[in-house]
């Protein structure tokens, strides 16, 4: 398996803009998360998703973050309008079953926001 | 809720000695402690995991400890090789789903050659 696919791995925008993150999550698996990782406050889950529906969006920092997740094989996680404070590496993992607590981390999306 | 503290937050040692991490929790009902590494540019990896139920357990150059008692745990990397330069996260969980996972602050672990 290729593992967690995240796009793109960089991405630079100015302040206001909106920014999509992509992931596509290991098939099979059931559940799929979005941390966000920064120097300050570490690896922080933003929110997660079981069989394609959102169950916890509780760590979501403000209405201007929205994920979705159309189908068991892609989720997007969208910043609009952006702002510099939301830069950072942005993680999507995702894990197999109810029972099975080990995540698989994608590569990340270094997001800077000017 | 849960709260993870890891120590050090840096830590350099010489190729070949041993390198230690220790993290202490809070939640009593914390019942799983996994430990992840991340190398530059790439995201997390699961290397080891512990549950309450155990007090130690190895995996070839590393190990961990948990004292339940104590609410705290380590990870061990003996003769420690370049390829051992990362930042480790230390997590603790209550079990049932990866939702619940607390992590730790994080250790950056230099090798010197």
């Known amino acids: 398996d290729a593992g967690v696919i995240q796009s793109p791995r960089h991405e630079v925008t100015e302040m206001g803009q909106e920014v999509t993150l992509r992931c596509k999550p290991i098939s099979g698996h059931d559940y799929l998360f979005w941390y966000r990782q920064t120097m300050m406050r570490g690896l922080e889950l933003l929110i997660y998703?079981?069989?394609?529906?959102?169950?916890?969006d509780s760590g979501m920092p403000e209405d201007r973050f929205s994920a979705k997740m159309p189908n068991a094989s892609f989720s997007t996680l969208k910043i609009q309008p952006s702002e510099p404070r939301d830069s950072a590496v942005y993680f999507c993992a995702s894990s197999l079953t109810t029972t099975n607590e080990k995540l698989f981390f994608g590569s990340g999306t270094q997001l800077s926001v000017l | 809720g849960e709260n993870v503290e890891q120590h050090p937050s840096t830590l350099s040692v010489q190729e070949g000695d041993s390198a230690v991490i220790k993290c202490t929790y809070s939640d009593s009902a914390s019942n799983y402690f996994p430990w992840y590494k991340q190398e530059l540019g790439k995201g997390p990896q699961l290397i080891i995991d512990i549950r309450s139920n155990v007090g130690e357990k190895k995996d070839q150059r590393i190990a961990v400890t948990l004292n339940k008692t104590a609410k705290h745990f380590s990870l061990h990397i003996t003769e420690t090789q370049p390829e051992d330069s990362a930042v480790y996260f230390c997590a603790a969980s209550p079990g049932s789903s990866a939702s619940k996972i607390i992590f730790g602050s994080g250790t950056r672990l230099s090798i010197r050659p």
């Open positions: 998703f079981n069989n394609n529906v959102p169950i916890d």
